[in-house]
């Protein structure tokens, strides 16, 4: 591969951070894209600039489902992963909610690189066990990050990759069926799509499951029906084709993961202007004038004046564009934008980074919007939150594990 950056290579890289690339409104999309220029102001100005760099998300459903594959660099959600590395997956715990042991389902990915060699690619991948309850109790374990290891149902992995490396061309993506990564990835779970294929089915030895609890699922619903014709067909095919994914649409046998949607951005300072109802958030699903009920129900939950004061700021400003499922802002003094007073961290909450011990900054945040769009129910025991806030090493340092695990701080209503 060549080596060294092109300005105009490097540009026609950095319009793929959130944008996807299967049709022309996309390319409109792209064009409305701005880098996030640091500023070495004081405090005020830092947070001035903070909040006129703010860059809002939001889903859409793709004309082409292929132009969410790895190769495309795509920011989304619900569905399942495109990983960046496909090979070297996060294993072992970091699959798992640490409450209640079920392997953790994919949320967002959000492809944000940066200006620096082995950061080129970089893309932030989030990950939630479905339980309230576990969620719940993710809340109280995250105040323990000082303290001893807490026990997770959110996590944040964060992989980069420069832009020589084994898995892409050093090229931009020709945008069209002709692109192929270099080399296919890791077999993932039959069931979820998600994590890597560790356990073989020992019927068929053919599925593959990242854990006991997805073979047995998929057994009750269905395989072992499938599994006598997959025991036959794998008696006249090598059982080593099961080994590597090639970079297609994954089909899932859950009927559980969510709605996959790209992710657009427009930035927040032009919904700053008075715009007529019509016009606001035209590249959203749902028209602005129909409210989420379960958004607009946090504020009954609220007793103290001090969260309803925070709760109608951040109403204020949300309003603006209503239908926003993330927040992004990775500058010096950006900061989350906080639905309650109670239940913020302070900067003694935030750890420091896992692998070099530098400081974590604040990068994105999603809204509870997205559940909307995942079609959570608004029950008593449905997944919920006020928002989710995603911080992840200021550096963005190199270390030899591919995922590196970043922080979430959860506020729930």
């Known amino acids: ?12 890289f950095k319009g793929l951070r ?24 004081d405090e005020e100005e830092e947070d001035e600039e903070a909040r006129n760099s703010v860059v809002l998300g939001f889903v859409k459903k793709p004309k082409k489902a292929r132009s969410l594959l790895r190769h495309f660099f795509p920011s989304k959600a619900g569905g399942v992963p495109a990983w960046l590395d496909p090979e070297n997956l996060p294993s072992g715990r970091s699959c798992f909610c640490d409450i209640c042991d079920e392997p953790l389902q994919f949320v967002l990915q959000v492809y944000a690189p940066e200006e620096k060699q082995s950061a080129f690619h970089r893309t932030l991948f989030v990950f939630m066990c479905t339980s309230m309850v576990c969620l719940r109790r993710d809340q109280h374990e995250q105040w323990k990050c000082h303290q001893d290891k807490p026990s997770r149902s959110v996590k944040v992995f964060r992989c980069q990759l420069p832009r020589d490396n084994p898995f892409y061309s050093s090229e931009p993506p020709k945008k069209d069926s002709t692109d192929l ?17 560790i356990k073989r089915c020992t019927g068929c030895r053919r599925a593959l499951y990242c854990s006991e609890k997805h073979w047995v699922k998929h ?17 006249l095919a090598d059982s080593s084709s099961d080994e590597t994914t090639p970079a297609v649409l994954l089909k899932v046998a859950s009927n559980n993961v969510w709605p996959e949607y790209k992710i657009i951005q427009e930035s927040e300072s032009s919904y700053e202007t008075d715009m007529p109802d019509d016009t606001v958030c035209t590249n959203s699903l749902v028209s602005s004038n129909r409210k989420d009920d379960a958004l607009m129900s946090i504020a009954e939950n609220f007793e103290g004046d001090d969260d309803r004061k925070s709760w109608a700021s951040f109403h204020e400003r949300i309003a603006l564009a209503p239908e926003q499922v993330l927040r992004y802002c990775r500058i010096p003094g950006a900061k989350p934008l906080w639905p309650v007073s109670s239940g913020r961290p302070s900067k ?5 980074c896992s692998y070099c011990a530098g400081p974590l900054c604040f990068e994105f945040q999603i809204m509870p919007q997205l559940l909307f769009y995942f079609n959570v129910k608004n029950d008593v025991d449905s997944l919920d939150w006020a928002t989710i806030a995603v911080y992840t090493c200021e550096a963005s340092c190199d270390a030899s594990v591919a995922y590196k695990e970043e922080f979430a701080w959860v506020q729930l209503s």
Do not use: F
Not at 1 to 12: C, N, V, Y
Not at 18 to 41: A, F, P, R, W
Not at 348 to 352: L, N
């Open 18 to 41: 959130i944008t996807s690339l299967d049709d022309e409104s996309d390319e409109e999309e792209e064009q409305k894209e701005q880098d996030i220029v640091i500023d070495e102001g």
């Open 219 to 235: 057994s009750r619903t269905g395989h072992e029906h499938d599994c006598q014709q997959l025991r036959i067909s794998s008696q």
């Open 348 to 352: 003694a909450d935030i750890p420091k």
């Open 181 to 197: 990564p270099l080399k296919a990835g890791a077999a993932l779970c039959n069931w979820c799509g998600s994590w890597k294929g």
């Open 1 to 12: 591969m060549a080596g060294g950056l092109k300005d105009d290579d490097t540009e026609e």
